[in-house]
């Protein structure tokens, strides 16, 4: 196999291999982030806490729901930070002023999901530890 051969892009395919060719891929992109982020361990880390804590307060299902996908939404702007990170080290692998501002937007995703999370979960279960005060 030749240097070219091995950067080819693969043949487009349907169906069922498709689904497959795509679900490696995104093993591969979770694997690489769960070995290369500290920041995306901690994250799943606490995701792991939180849901069964979630799953077990006497909230309505919908206010789980919610809360379980701010959650998710932690981990889905931590991925996308790590891309970001990635490609622009890749594309500008000396300091920038471009790619730093790049690198701080992705930074401020994860850190709007966080708040997100801290704002939804203050608000959902402030009644509970009101009652829980009182009682």
Do not use: W
Not at 18 to 47: D, K, N, V
Not at 73 to 81: G, T
């Amino acid at each position: 196999m030749t240097q070219k051969d091995q950067h080819q892009i693969p043949a487009r395919v349907t169906g069922l291999k498709r689904i497959r060719r795509a679900a490696g891929y995104s093993f591969a992109g979770l694997r690489y982030t769960f070995q290369g982020e500290a920041a995306f361990r901690q994250e799943l880390l606490l995701c792991l806490l939180l849901t069964p804590l979630i799953v077990l307060l006497p909230l309505a299902l919908l206010a789980k729901i919610y809360l379980l996908g701010c959650l998710a939404l932690v981990l889905i702007c931590e991925l996308a930070n790590t891309a970001l990170e990635v490609i622009i080290n890749h594309l500008s692998p000396d300091y920038s002023e471009a790619a730093k501002n790049g690198k701080d937007i992705g930074s401020a995703l994860v850190f709007v999901a966080l708040v997100n999370l801290a704002i939804a979960l203050l608000a959902l279960t402030a009644p509970l530890l009101s009652a829980a005060g009182k009682g």
